[in-house]
């Protein structure tokens, strides 16, 4: 990954930022490869890929998520605020927020969080790559 990376940072202009898909298994490894090749100071955050498929172990807890990496080139970096729904149990005790209801409920206008609840690829899918294992790589 690194002999791929390396290049990727070179190519995105001081304002631009890289978003690293992977699973937890190298999760670790290639975070400490962006440390090296974007700097510490330009992670950004790590954010949960949490999805819902069958399949569970009777051995540890269900493996439903996977990690995407975010980091910029420079502190300059440009980023696009997004918000999102935020479903209250009740819209009683917000006196400087905004409440809203629809169809599911009241809600409030939120900062998307570091979490994404995002249905899993099934193989057939084009945006599947069948890639499971990363591979590491001395960097120079």
């Known amino acids: 990954m690194a002999i791929r990376l390396k290049p990727m940072r070179g ?20 975070k400490m490869i962006m440390d090296v090749i974007f700097g510490k100071k ?5 954010i949960i890929w949490l999805y ?8 540890w807890f269900s493996r439903k998520h996977d990690l995407i990496f975010f980091y910029s080139k420079t502190n300059k970096y440009q980023f696009n605020h997004k918000k999102e729904k935020s479903y209250l149990s009740h819209k009683y005790g917000f006196s ?3 409440i809203h209801k629809d169809e599911s409920g009241f ?7 570091d979490v994404w609840d995002i249905p899993a690829l ?8 069948g890639v499971s294992n990363a591979k590491t790589t001395k960097i120079d």
């Open 11 to 30: 190519l995105l202009k001081d304002t631009g930022s890289i978003y690293l898909h992977c699973n937890p298994v190298a999760g670790h490894y290639l």
């Open 42 to 46: 330009n992670f950004r955050n790590e």
């Open 52 to 59: 819902k498929t069958g399949g569970t172990s009777k051995r």
């Open 96 to 98: 400087n927020v905004e």
């Open 107 to 113: 809600y409030r206008w939120a900062g998307v969080r």
């Open 122 to 129: 099934r193989g057939n899918q084009p945006d599947a790559t």
